[in-house]
């Protein structure tokens, strides 16, 4: 036997990996469940008609560059509401969806074992994936507590002057899972930062949600230190595609496309994204939204009229909610929010995410806005498990049985 043992072989820090996980490792798509747990577009994809796409080229290499897609996403995002500036493609990096930026930036920034990230918690979990198999550390300051889910500006900014090695800061705005829309002014406090050396990422995957010009995309012409981040995974319904965007000033956005794999974008994707980026496929886009706009409104209206339903936590500026589940007190529970995840998909096929185990998140479903049928669905189903759970009350062994389940969730 060659002396090869796994365990000594690969790296610690990979061994040691809690992957990325998703509600639908636990549910699968069969087909009939209603999926409303990746905050994905349920209206479809912003495509208008395939008929202008042609795959006689796929015997060759994809263009390594994608110069015309970069600049229909520049079009898009130079709104000139934050700056007189204008994008180019210069300012532009195009990734397999977000996912591979944020690796991309922890690989250009962060030394393993000796760099770190700040992140704000509750936040979207692949940055710290990303930064444990990078081996980078990780600093957190909690946002402030909801409704306003607000950067804790003043506390940021001192952790950035006295923790060293912070080379990344990532904030998500409109944040998942709390939906809110962080300040600019917080935004441009901490990039104006007198003494650190770092860069400010702001992940802007949900930005279609939240009010037309919201985006900071064209501040990189201003701010040298700042990066944000898009996909067309949410609002353009393209998760399928894998289409990332970051924006940055020249010098970034070259460090990143020196970095990355020379065909790192499939040409049906690129096809498909300049379709989506069409004045064509921006016109669905739109409508989509405005239905989603509508259920959002919906739900956020008749959810608290049901029994045991709490308080909606965050904000509004995105394709989903997060909500407060009740025990029989009326108290914001992990038990009862877990009981109700499990008994929606398992028994009346509703897929939604359990959040209660995110900071400030106690007790919380973060739902995702689905198509008006969907919407019904969802709430009779989660009226009548409410009632279920409930009703049920079990006898104290299983109530401290389920509070361990509620605690293993990494979900
Ligand atoms: C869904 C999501 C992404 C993932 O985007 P992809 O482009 O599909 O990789 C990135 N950031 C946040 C906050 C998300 O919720």
């Known amino acids: ?126 940055y710290s994936v990303s930064a444990h198999i990078n081996d ?35 904030f998500c705005s409109p944040g998942n899972p709390t939906g809110s829309l962080l300040a600019k002014s917080d935004i441009a406090a901490i990039l104006g930062h007198e003494t650190w050396n770092g860069v400010v990422v702001v992940d802007e995957a949900y930005i279609d949600f939240a009010p037309d010009e919201a985006s900071l995309a064209e501040w990189v012409t201003e701010w040298p230190n700042l990066v944000v981040m898009q996909t067309l995974s949410k609002g353009f319904g393209m998760a399928g595609i894998r289409l990332g965007a970051v924006f940055a000033s020249p010098e970034i956005a070259t460090l990143l496309n020196n970095m990355k794999a020379p065909y790192n974008i499939s040409t049906p994707t690129a096809a498909l994204a300049s379709l989506a980026l069409s004045d064509a496929g921006l016109a669905v886009m739109r409508a989509h939204r405005t239905k989603i706009v509508e259920q959002r409104d919906r739900l ?16 509004e500026m995105s394709n989903f ?50 198509t008006e049928e969907e919407t019904t669905r969802l709430l009779e189903a989660l009226a009548k498990t409410l009632a279920e759970v409930h009703g049920q009350g079990g006898p104290e062994e299983d109530e401290e049985k389920k509070e361990t389940e509620a605690n293993d969730v990494i979900a």
Do not use: W
Request: aromatic content about 6%; charged content about 20%; hydrophobic content about 35%.
């Open 1 to 126: 036997m060659a002396p090869f043992n796994i365990k000594t072989c690969a790296r610690p820090n990979i061994l040691a990996l809690e992957p990325y996980r998703c509600a639908r490792d636990d549910y699968k798509d069969d087909g009939t469940n209603i999926l409303l747990d990746a905050n994905e577009n349920a209206y479809g994809p912003s495509l208008s008609s395939l008929s202008s796409t042609n795959f006689n080229s796929l015997h060759r290499y994809p263009d390594p560059h994608q110069a015309s897609l970069k600049q229909a996403l520049c079009n898009l995002r130079t709104t000139h509401a934050h700056t007189s500036r204008t994008l180019t493609p210069e300012n532009c990096f195009v990734g397999v969806g977000s996912d591979e930026a944020i690796d991309a930036l922890l690989r250009c920034f962060c030394v393993p074992g000796i760099d770190r990230i700040l992140v704000c918690p509750p936040t979207y979990g692949m």
């Open 321 to 370: 909610l997060l909500f407060e589940m009740l025990d029989k007190d009326g108290k914001p529970d992990n038990v009862t929010a877990l009981a109700v995840y499990e008994r929606l998909a398992e028994a009346k096929g509703v897929v939604v995410r359990f959040r209660g185990k995110e900071h400030g998140c106690l007790g919380c479903l973060r739902i995702t806005v689905g």
């Open 136 to 170: 980078v550390g990780l600093i957190k300051v909690p946002l402030l507590p909801a409704p306003s889910f607000a950067l804790d500006t003043s506390s940021i900014i001192s952790t950035l002057s006295t923790s060293p090695n912070i080379k990344l800061a990532y």
């Open 300 to 315: 956020v209206r008749e959810l608290p009229k049901i029994e045991g339903v709490g308080r909606l936590r965050g904000g």
